[in-house]
């Protein structure tokens, strides 16, 4: 995710007297917005299908990077091994 220099800091000053068109400016570019207090950055706004959409990747990515070390570490087994006791175990 990109984010513009020019365009996507403001100082929170600047929320309170424009929040509309901040508010706008974030769902519209999809960018997050650097907020900062006294020129130093302090918070990051960032539109709520976007959030979700990087929390979703960070799961993924968390529950991959567990995957891969077990297979690593050789904790892996056949796939039929898998499939011949999830299927017992569900009476398929």
């Not at 800091?9 to 929040?19: F, M, P, W």
């Not at 974030?26 to 299908?49: F, M, Q, S, W, Y």
């Not at 567990?66 to 056949?78: D, K, N």
Request: charged share 30%.
């Amino acid at each position: 995710m990109s984010i513009s220099l020019a365009e996507d800091i403001r100082s929170v000053t600047d929320l309170k007297r424009h929040t509309r068109e901040i508010l706008n400016h974030v769902h519209e570019t999809g960018r997050p917005l650097v907020l900062t207090v006294n020129g130093r950055a302090d918070l990051v706004l960032i539109d709520a299908k976007v959030y979700e959409k990087q929390l979703k990747a960070m799961n993924l990515a968390r529950l991959l990077s567990e995957a891969e070390g077990q297979v690593a570490t050789g904790q892996t087994r056949p796939v039929r091994d898998f499939l011949e006791e999830f299927k017992s175990a569900r009476k398929i």
